[in-house]
């Protein structure tokens, strides 16, 4: 009898030992979740963002807004917000770009890739500890936001045009970034 409960504790602590040590985000991806690198990357592509936004048509639609001031504070609160924003970005506007350049090309992959990063590293700021006892992702996308809905609804209503005014308020999104970037702590 103690035999067996000997076997099970030390099998309990290597499993213990295991999920702690594989639930630890890679050394690789600490150095991205640097606010600075972020923030010095969110630069660069704000910059890039203003050339591709250049590169397109311009918005002919002024009396509609996808990004309105009350949805920048859910940015800055909510994950799922800003996962769900971010993935609309990349998704919806960017991937319904009709022939996009070589040039337009190189930033729709940057800004994949920052997003991506973003919401990585959100979610091991926020809520590693939390990952760690539950394994568990306090970004996930169970159900879309009644905002998205809505900007998605917009978006679609306009038509061809919708790639043109959400990629004509990338200098509105880019902001909200940058401010959630210099409010983590």
């Known amino acids: 009898m103690q035999v067996h409960y000997i076997l099970r504790s030390g099998l309990l602590f290597i499993i213990l030992h295991l999920v702690i040590v594989e639930s630890k985000p890679p050394s690789s991806t600490t150095a991205c979740c640097h606010k600075e690198t972020l923030s010095r990357v969110i630069d660069i592509l ?19 807004k996808l990004l309105k001031k009350k949805t920048k504070s859910l940015f800055m609160k909510s994950c799922q917000f800003r996962e769900q924003l971010l993935s609309f970005f990349m998704e919806d506007v960017l991937g319904h770009l009709p022939f996009p350049s070589n040039k337009e090309m190189g930033f729709i992959d940057d800004f994949r890739s920052f997003g991506k990063k973003l919401n990585y590293c959100a979610l091991f700021n926020k809520s590693y500890l939390f990952l760690v006892a539950f394994s568990v992702s306090l970004c996930s996308k169970h159900w879309e936001m009644k905002p998205i809905t809505r900007i998605k609804a917009v978006f679609y209503k306009i038509g061809n045009k919708g790639v043109f005014k959400a990629i004509s308020e990338l200098d509105i999104l880019f902001p909200w970034i940058k401010n959630y970037l210099d409010g983590i702590k």
């Open 46 to 64: 704000f910059i890039k963002a203003m050339r591709f936004k250049a590169s397109v048509p311009a918005d002919s639609i002024k009396n509609t």
